[in-house]
């Protein structure tokens, strides 16, 4: 180092003869700890086997992979989580994993034993329990490949010990699980849509209850409203519901006194009805529904709807085949849903042959705004209904067939929805342009699609 000294002459500071030696040992020193720590916090490459879905069935399906993880526990999760989250594109797969889930905290425990609590988002939509079932299994045997991990216990803050969202009872995973094992039972939700008609939310509940049980369930949800802000439920709360049993084919849902208070317009009180009646006649052997007023039968309600008598699925129409029901698709929200259009006939149609003619016929001709992806041309080549289970086989030729995976799925579901309104059809089974398992773009029609 060079200094000037007071009478302006230069000189060279002395060193010490062994101090370059020693800052050098101790740079070596601090390179290697460093460095070491940085080698650590990158994280390290390791074999992983990432679970997602199969778009078409659902089932769980395995992806080894290569992956670079953290070295910290909880950041492992995490990012096992955001691959879950994204699956492979074009292989035709799925996940359950919504977006907020994240990892809270994460520890191994002695004996290889990950403890992981997640989070969710503060606005985390309703799963039923196949949806929820499958995100569990997802995360357990994604989490179980894990470098020195043998069994998983997961937990979600805010739930009750045991219980991972709602339905899905947690325990100490032990080994993978390659199938979901109980895909629940969906239900078609009616709510109504801006326009005045009546739009389908699919929604997945418990399988194994009693049908009193599931009625239950399912009125809770319609009075709990829809997921998409631009539908709305006509119910009032839940406080007015007392409960809701199945006898035959009927179905009684059974309200407080205090709902006699509730003021509601006819155009309202119309729609109530419809709400119900539509959603719960789409449940096994249930063709009629009864209204009571703490447990006593009334003349009407909200001073306009007629209660007295049994209510049926649009008023009997469909039976009396003076009107067919189909099903177009519009825009809510972000996503397309179907929505029910019923058209009036001038002459009543006498036979389930020709209102599923009929039915085709519309499907292709949707309403302004609507789309269809059952183009016009659709021809049927060949249908039968057995008697004895009320299952619609049915054989199309559907030219242009989409090739999208999405698209395929509404299609079924316009199909399913729009064949099983006509009367004493209870499933559909279908041929596409003679292809008995899969259409083009994947989507599996294999099975029989109940009402």
């Not at 559907?398 to 079924?412: F, M, T």
Request: hydrophobic share 45%.
């Amino acid at each position: 180092m060079i200094t000037r000294t007071r009478r302006g002459r230069i000189q060279g500071r002395r060193r010490a003869p062994d101090g370059g030696a020693l800052i050098l040992v101790l740079a070596l020193v601090l390179a290697i700890v460093f460095g070491s720590s940085f080698q650590q916090a990158g994280g390290r490459t390791v074999p992983v086997v990432l679970w997602y879905l199969d778009a078409s069935t659902h089932e769980l399906v395995r992806g080894p992979s290569v992956v670079k993880l953290p070295s910290r526990q909880v950041e492992q999760v995490a990012a096992m989580i955001d691959l879950l989250r994204t699956p492979p594109t074009g292989q035709n797969l799925a996940t359950a994993v919504p977006v907020g889930l994240t990892a809270r905290s994460a520890v191994l425990l002695p004996g290889g034993i990950l403890q992981a609590v997640l989070g969710t988002a503060r606005e985390q939509r309703p799963m039923g329990f196949a949806e929820e079932n499958a995100l569990y299994w997802q995360l357990v045997n994604s989490l179980i490949s894990l470098p020195d991990v043998h069994s998983v216990e997961l937990s979600v803050e805010g739930r009750d010990v045991g219980t991972f969202l709602s339905f899905v009872k947690t325990r100490r995973e032990l080994a993978v699980n390659e199938a979901v094992l109980d895909k629940g039972q969906p239900v078609d939700l009616y709510f109504v849509l801006g326009d005045g008609r009546y739009a389908v939310e699919v929604r997945s509940f418990p399988s194994g209850l009693t049908r009193s049980q599931m009625a239950f369930q399912v009125v809770k949800a319609l009075v709990a409203g829809p997921v998409h802000a631009s539908l709305a439920s006509p119910l009032p709360d839940a406080g007015v519901l007392r409960g809701v049993t199945v006898s035959g084919h009927t179905v009684t849902v059974d309200f407080e006194n205090s709902i006699m208070r509730v003021s509601m317009g006819a155009g309202q009180a119309e729609e109530f009805k419809e709400c119900l009646v539509l959603t719960l006649t789409r449940l096994p052997g249930i063709s009629r529904v009864r209204l009571t007023v703490d447990g006593q039968t009334v003349h009407e309600m909200f001073g306009y709807l007629n209660v007295w008598n049994p209510l049926y699925r649009l008023d009997g129409r469909l039976e009396a085949g003076t009107a067919v029901a189909v099903y177009s698709l519009a825009k809510v929200d972000d996503d397309r849903l179907p929505v029910l259009n019923v058209v009036l006939q001038k002459r009543a149609l006498t036979s389930r042959n020709a209102m599923i003619s009929e039915a085709i016929a519309l499907l292709a001709e949707p309403p302004a705004g609507d789309v269809s992806f059952v183009p016009p041309g659709t021809r049927i080549m060949g249908m039968s209904i057995q008697d004895n289970s009320g299952m619609l086989k049915l054989s199309l030729t559907i030219k242009p067939l989409s090739a999208d995976l999405l698209e395929e799925a509404l299609l079924v579901q316009q199909l399913r929805l729009t064949f099983t309104e006509v009367p004493s059809v209870t499933s559909l089974q279908m041929t596409v342009n003679g292809a008995v398992s899969f259409l083009p773009g994947g989507y599996y029609i294999g099975k029989p699609f109940s009402r």
